[in-house]
């Protein structure tokens, strides 16, 4: 038996909305992770299974690695099919939000959900969750938006109805936002809920080699470039940088997803407790903070970097220069205690 996170009025509010609603968009962030389509794609599945249509929209391409995902395929996408999504938002009558807790997140999607006249509902994990839904379900104690989903599933009585696929689906998003188990997955329920996926026919390690285990020979290279050439580190701040520009982004033929997981190599290295991944893009300079114990690096994201996230994981942009972005990182580095920035 799980504990009851859920707030009773969130659950059966959650379940009228459904209910009632006959045409379903569920929405998730920009540059989505696997929590992010682990948990639209397991309300997807648990939707179609109660006789509920409804379709997933993310502002911009996934991971490849996720492709093998029942129903990513359908997946519309904001920068390859505007039209589509904007006559889906617009002709909703419920919006699902998961995995973000500002608007600003799901980037171009935002105005058309800004003129939507559909209930809202958003399920979460991070901190600050923006008041634009008519339910807001925020737990940043758990570490997954797919473990609420389950938990919310549940809670409505459709425990039943959780089919392999959506079990899959769940199962990506609590085991990519926890590093496979390895932080921020203390909490014995977790492992309760693991139980209970795998009674639905999931195989975990075949899903952990599916998404982990199905790199580019580039990636392996990039990667290897990375820690030979391209590692800074602060030993004093045990900080680690990592930078990386477009033209050798483009060098290593990088495609979406090729450097998910980079920023957390260095922490691996006795003494470094903040890891930074600053990449190139197009329009501006991404930068992904991790760090182990309790020093908050989102703060260091949402101070210096207009950005935020969790304690340990977080991420920002600068509109500056590569160079310059990484002048300014390096003197937030040096002047800010690392314990209190
Ligand atoms: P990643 O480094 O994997 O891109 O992001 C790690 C976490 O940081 C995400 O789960 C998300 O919570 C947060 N995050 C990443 N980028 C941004 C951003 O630009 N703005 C904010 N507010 N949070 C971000
Ligand atoms: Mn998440």
Redesign the pocket.
């Known amino acids: 038996m799980l504990t009851k996170i859920i707030h009773e009025d969130n659950v059966s509010r959650s379940y009228e909305l459904i209910d009632t609603a006959e045409r379903i968009v569920i929405l998730t962030?920009?540059?989505p992770?696997g929590?992010a389509i682990g948990s639209s794609l397991a309300l997807y599945h648990f939707l179609k299974e109660v006789g509920k249509n409804s379709v997933v929209i993310v502002p911009n391409r996934f991971p490849s690695f996720f492709n093998w995902m029942s129903g990513a395929t359908e997946i519309v996408i904001l920068e390859e099919n505007p039209k589509e999504v904007q006559a889906l938002i617009a002709d909703a009558d419920l919006l699902i939000a998961v995995?973000?807790?500002?608007l600003?997140?799901i980037d171009g999607v935002k105005p058309f959900v800004e003129q939507s006249q559909a209930k809202k509902i958003l399920i979460d994990h991070?901190l600050f969750p923006e008041a634009f839904a008519d339910v807001t379900i925020s737990h940043p104690e758990i570490s997954s938006t797919s473990e609420l989903v389950f938990r919310l599933i549940c809670r409505m009585g459709f425990c039943q109805q959780i089919t392999k696929d959506c079990a899959e689906a769940i199962y990506v998003g609590m085991m990519t936002?926890t590093g496979n188990f390895s932080y921020a997955s203390q909490s014995p329920e977790i492992y309760n809920i693991i139980s209970e996926l795998l009674t639905k026919g999931i195989d975990k390690d075949n899903i952990y080699r599916l998404v982990y285990n199905t790199y580019s020979e580039h990636r392996i290279r990039l990667m290897g470039y990375c820690l030979l050439e391209k590692m800074k580190l602060y030993k004093e701040q045990r900080t680690a940088v990592i930078s990386l520009s477009l033209e050798e982004l483009e060098r290593f033929e990088y495609q979406i997803g090729d450097v998910?997981g980079f920023?957390n190599i260095p922490l691996s290295i006795e003494g470094i407790d903040i890891s930074i991944?600053v990449r190139e893009d197009a329009k501006k300079v991404?930068?992904?903070?991790?760090s182990q114990g309790d020093i908050p690096v989102?703060k260091m994201?949402?101070t210096y970097?207009?950005?935020?996230?969790?304690l340990n994981?977080?991420?920002?942009?600068c509109t500056l220069s590569l160079a310059e972005t990484l002048e300014k990182l390096e003197k937030v580095i040096i002047n800010n205690n690392i314990e209190t920035v």
């Not at 991404?286 to 991790?290: A, T, Y």
């Not at 994981?313 to 942009?317: D, F, L, P, V």
Request: avoid cysteine; charged fraction near 30%.
């Open positions: 962030h920009l540059s992770d929590d995995d973000f807790n500002d600003k997140r991070h936002d998910e920023v991944l991404k930068l992904s903070f991790r989102n994201a949402a970097f207009n950005g935020g996230g969790h994981a977080a991420g920002g942009e």
